[in-house]
């Protein structure tokens, strides 16, 4: 057994991912760029609503999904250090 690298779900060895959908999802997920500057502005100088409206832009100039984007955003803040990873708490 393998696993689809989206979702997590298990497929099997012949297969590279488990739906056409995540497939799709998964390549724009790596096409998504996110600058340091951009998030270290959100994170450091932003609240938490104002945070919210510039991911919504930035999804949109670049036409990109935002719940792709937000998730993508999160991984990057946890590993800068800006947010806590919700993980975290539950391995120590
Ligand atoms: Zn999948």
Redo the contacts with the bound molecule.
Sequence with gaps: MSH?P??K?KIAMSKA???RN?KENYFQLIAIQIPKLFLKRIYVFCSEEEREKEITEFATRHKWRLDLLKNKIEDEAIKMGYAEDPLKESKD
Excluded: N, T
């Design positions: 689809c989206f979702c779900k991912f488990c739906s995540c």
